[in-house]
């Protein structure tokens, strides 16, 4: 399997990093300033020992030619540019933007998947050749597209049309992806798989405190992942993942006997979760609303089971159920 020549790391590391002389990285800096890249002169200074703990300090040469300083371990982060086949998995929001703003050259082509408002995927654009957002949420992709105009951005749920996001991620070097918010580690995993198999970039960074708490739980990183990926391919996909509080409307088996066939205004008034009645021709029209853009009815909700992400006409493949027939 080919996403087993991957490695994956935690980051931050429990253990610290073994720097040399010579070793491109980026250093924190206080003003929260994009340009900390750096190369490692030298591992200590003069009155230190040879341990490196983050009271410790190193001679650094920003590559903006401000000079070399000596800067604290703990600000220092490893950049890992001559690595390819590698996952780097975080927790926190504040790690995912670190490296985000230290891992990528000029040269990169970077997307984030689960790109949210679009904060991060503009640090990514500030820090790499070309920029790709996509987000789930329709509300949150026309924001981002109002506030960072000269990124692109797009609005479909990867797990769900493969053809679209390979055309669009096929020639990234390096992808983000942030789905760990609203998603169980199903789906986190088997994103990451499917990128790894298929894509296949030089880094993946993953924000997922359940694949971080995950991992740290493994002895054996590789091993650990091996089994996970096994876990939820897609030959177990449906055994994992279906709900038993799920339940198919009676109406919505009728519909489905029909093949959907019936005119959209015959299906039930449903409403959201927002009190705001669902708009039926955009969930059951293959085109789907033709009036989407004056339409007063709800866009972002399923007709059938109420979430997000997905139309009724999809709803039992979204929920990986496949109905029974006599």
């Avoid at 780097?88 to 933007?97: A, V």
Wanted: a neutral charge; one cysteine or more; glycine letters at 6%.
């Amino acid at each position: 399997r080919k996403e087993e020549n991957y490695e994956f790391r935690v980051f931050p590391s429990e253990t610290p990093h073994l720097f040399q002389k010579g070793n491109p990285v980026f250093v924190w800096l206080r003003s929260d300033k994009n340009t900390g890249s750096a190369i490692i002169e030298d591992t200590k200074q003069p009155s230190q020992g040879d341990d490196q703990d983050e009271t410790k300090r190193m001679l650094v040469r920003y590559t903006n030619n401000e000079g070399n300083f000596w800067v604290n371990l703990k600000r220092i982060i490893p950049v890992f540019s001559n690595q390819t086949n590698l996952v780097l998995i975080c927790s926190e929001t504040d790690d995912y933007r670190r490296l985000a703003r230290s891992q990528l050259n000029n040269d990169d082509i970077v997307a984030e998947i689960g790109s949210s408002y679009g904060i991060c995927t503009d640090i990514l654009s500030q820090h790499a050749k070309c920029a790709k957002g996509i987000e789930i949420s329709e509300d949150l992709f026309i924001q981002s597209k109002k506030t960072y105009p000269h990124i692109q951005f797009y609005n479909f749920d990867i797990l769900f049309n493969m053809p679209l996001a390979r055309s669009i991620l096929g020639d990234c070097t390096k992808i983000f992806v942030d789905i760990g918010g609203n998603r169980d580690l199903g789906p986190v995993v088997r994103v990451t798989r499917w990128l790894c198999e298929e894509i296949r970039p030089a880094l993946v960074v993953v924000k997922s405190r359940s694949l971080v708490n995950s991992c740290k739980s493994s002895t054996d990183t590789q091993d650990w992942w091996s089994s996970l990926s096994s876990t939820f391919s897609s030959s177990h996909q449906l055994e994992e993942s279906q709900d038993p509080s799920f339940q198919i409307q009676d109406w919505f088996k009728k519909a489905m006997d029909g093949g959907f066939l019936q005119k959209p205004l015959k299906y039930p008034v449903r409403l959201s979760s927002d009190g705001v009645a669902i708009c039926r021709s955009h969930n059951y029209l293959k085109d789907g609303c033709p009036k989407v853009d004056v339409c007063r009815f709800d866009h972002h909700h399923c007709h059938h089971c109420g979430e997000t992400g997905h139309v009724a006409i999809t709803c039992l493949s979204h929920h990986n159920i496949q109905r029974q027939h006599p």
